[in-house]
Structures are given as structure tokens and as C-alpha cells.
């Protein structure tokens, strides 16, 4: 054993070897671990906010309907809509969307607000709309909810 390095082993240390190979990689790699965490919490941020589908918050929802006539659809069941909606919006549940809105929307260049209870349907609403040909299509974020905390008006059937 001479001229050998000899390494001790300590008797009393709780990491096995996998544990230290893994510490080390963290250790030796942690810039790329934290390039990867950032990209993918970007990639999830509109996931986690609500806005994956191009919601829209309550106050430009209302600058659309002044400024650019946008139309309002609400996509809720008509039990739903007829316990509140926004003024002026027309009813066509998320079910039968695909089938009614080309003949009750006939500008396809008009902006197209869509609106459900909580923005959940009205995203998903989004992606069908765009597949008839619809070009501005934004779903209410937050929903009816977000409009009543703005205390904007809504109306009952």
C-alpha cells in the first residue's frame, strides 16, 4: 500500500453510491437541470394561467364589443344561460357548437368572444371555432365569474 492513494470509507455515511452519482450529476449539471425546469414551466405557464387557448380578460372582452362589434357566445347549457349571461350573447352549448355557429355567426373576420362559467368550455370552444374558419377567436378568461367580479352587467331569460 505504499505510494497508493488509499480512500477511507466512512462507516457512518447514510449515501450509497447511487445516491452520490446522482448528487454528483445534479452538482455537475445544474445549469442544464435549471434551462430545462425554466423551458418547461414556460412552456406550462399558459396551461396554469388559463390563457393556453388566447383568453381574454373582462375589461378587453368589453373593448372588443365596443370597438370591433365583437359577438358573444356563450357556450353554456340553456339552464345555464338562462340563469345569467352576458348582454346580447347568443346561446349555442359547447355540444352543438360545430353545428350552429357557422349559421348564426356569418362574418367569419368578426371577433368572436366565446363564454362559458369558468373559461374551461369556452377554451376548449376556441379550438373549433378556429376549425370552421373563424380568425379572432378569444375565450373569456376566467368566465361569467371573472365578468361578475368586474362587475360587469349580466342579464337572465
Known amino acids: 500500500m505504499e505510494g497508493q492513494l488509499q480512500i477511507l470509507k466512512c462507516d457512518t455515511c447514510f449515501l450509497n453510491n447511487n445516491t452520490r452519482n446522482t448528487v454528483k450529476f445534479i452538482l455537475d449539471n445544474w445549469a442544464f437541470i435549471l434551462l430545462a425546469l425554466a423551458s418547461g414551466g414556460m412552456l406550462l405557464w399558459p396551461v396554469i394561467a388559463g390563457s393556453a387557448a388566447g383568453g381574454i380578460p373582462a375589461h378587453e372582452a368589453v373593448q372588443l364589443i365596443n370597438r370591433e362589434k365583437a359577438v358573444v357566445v356563450d357556450v353554456c347549457s340553456a339552464q345555464e344561460f338562462a340563469t345569467g349571461h352576458i348582454v346580447g350573447a347568443r346561446n349555442i352549448p359547447l355540444t352543438s357548437l360545430e353545428a350552429e355557429l357557422p349559421g348564426a355567426v356569418k362574418n367569419k373576420q368578426q371577433p368572436l368572444i366565446l363564454v ?42
Open 116 to 157: 362559458c362559467q369558468s373559461g374551461a368550455r369556452s377554451s376548449r370552444a376556441v379550438s373549433q371555432a378556429r376549425k370552421l374558419g373563424f380568425e379572432k377567436v378569444y375565450s373569456l378568461a376566467g368566465g361569467l365569474k371573472a365578468w361578475g367580479a368586474a362587475n360587469l352587467p349580466l342579464e337572465k331569460t
